[in-house]
């Protein structure tokens, strides 16, 4: 049977109202999620996401929660977003996540290369999400972080990792000089996605017209998905997204350059400490590799070319006053909120062609 035929069925019974008649692309699939488009008799298509673990099943709530919240203030965005969206409960107690297709396809490697086009487009896309309100993730109970926050947050990682004997001492200085350095840390956060990558981003024609996954969102480091792209395009890629992302913000940022460098480096941190919670020997030993391989190669202008610039003085730069006392203000006032799990009830089961589902209309 077709591997994602049950996700017709659960299209199915999370919009009764709709008879859809085909599977169609995007479909995908990977350890912990199926995703496939299904069409309806109007010709109408739809993105259904079903997911195989708990972490990620929590995500797509997580997700429903902050399209609510961004109900109206999505409008202004120049992409689609997951939403209106319909869920329905599976085996499992896990659900699916169903909702109007994006126009086009999920990005590949190859797009982050070679469309200036593409790049503006990625640019406009990722400053006008980082401008959104931090009410809305507060609405959806998302983590509202300051600038010292993730500094700290970052720092206390830094440590953690010190357990493993993985991180060469030239690394482990050059990452402690950054994270202690607070000139580099006194930027606005910003609504950021946090867990960019090509398959939640969609593309037509050369231009972003939907993003999903947002199941990690939260009130953070603009560098953190700036990091992402940065590091998985090409160089002019990277300069054009970036120019274009400037022009659009709306707050100064003069060391993003810098931090972006930073969290394309943490971000091998963060996999060595995940396989290091998992015990996971497999990640940690690439994890380990991917370090010692930064620190072989490292020199003093760092390793993405699209950001040399930033490095070609010793001295970092001076934020004007009225920014710093901005800064200062928006940090006394922010704080964390930790995010809450829906419930889902053990004994809720019931079935359907191809797979057990049922609506279920408080999600």
Not at 157 to 173: F, K, N, V, Y
Not at 180 to 185: A, I, P, T
Not at 318 to 342: A, C, M, R, W, Y
Request: net charge negative; charged share 25%; proline share 6%.
């Amino acid at each position: 049977m077709d591997d994602f035929l049950p996700l017709a069925a659960m299209a199915a019974a999370a919009m009764p109202d709709n008879d859809f008649v085909s599977l169609c692309l995007p479909r995908y699939k990977t350890d912990d999620l199926r995703v496939c488009a299904v069409q309806d008799a109007a010709e109408r298509k739809w993105l259904v996401t079903n997911p195989s673990t708990e972490q990620r099943d929590q995500e797509l709530q997580i997700q429903s929660r902050i399209m609510q919240a961004l109900a109206h203030d999505g409008a202004r965005l120049p992409f689609s977003l997951p939403w209106p969206a319909h869920s329905v409960r599976v085996i499992g107690g896990k659900h699916a996540l169903v909702h109007a297709a994006f126009s086009g396809r999920p990005l590949s490697q190859e797009d982050l290369t070679v469309s200036d086009k593409l790049a503006e487009s990625l640019g406009n896309a990722l400053a006008s999400l980082h401008d959104l309100p931090a009410r809305i993730l507060q609405a959806a109970e998302r983590p509202i972080f300051s600038a010292d926050q993730i500094r700290r947050r970052w720092l206390n990682l830094l440590d953690e990792g010190a357990t493993t004997r993985s991180i060469p001492p030239r690394l482990w200085q050059r990452w402690e000089e950054r994270l202690e350095d607070v000139s580099l840390w006194r930027f606005p956060p910003a609504f950021i996605h946090a867990d960019l990558q090509e398959p939640y981003l969609y593309t037509k024609d050369e231009v972003i017209t939907g993003i999903t996954g947002f199941g990690n969102a939260q009130f953070g480091d603009p560098a953190r998905d700036l990091a992402w792209v940065v590091s998985s395009s090409s160089d002019e890629f990277a300069k054009r997204m970036l120019n274009a992302y400037r022009k659009l913000r709306l707050s100064e940022d003069p060391k993003l350059n810098a931090r972006i460098e930073l969290n394309s480096e943490l971000v091998l941190l963060e996999w060595l400490l995940h396989g290091v919670q998992e015990n996971n020997e497999e990640i940690i030993a690439d994890a380990r590799q991917l370090i010692a391989q930064l620190a072989d190669t490292l020199d003093n202008t760092g390793l993405l070319p699209a950001l040399r610039e930033d490095f070609t003085s010793k001295k970092a730069d001076k934020l004007p006053e009225t920014s710093t006392d901005n800064l200062k203000e928006t940090e006394e006032n922010t704080t964390e909120i930790s995010p809450q799990t829906v419930a889902i009830p053990a004994d809720d089961t019931s079935s359907s062609a191809n797979e057990d589902t049922q609506s279920d209309p408080s999600i």
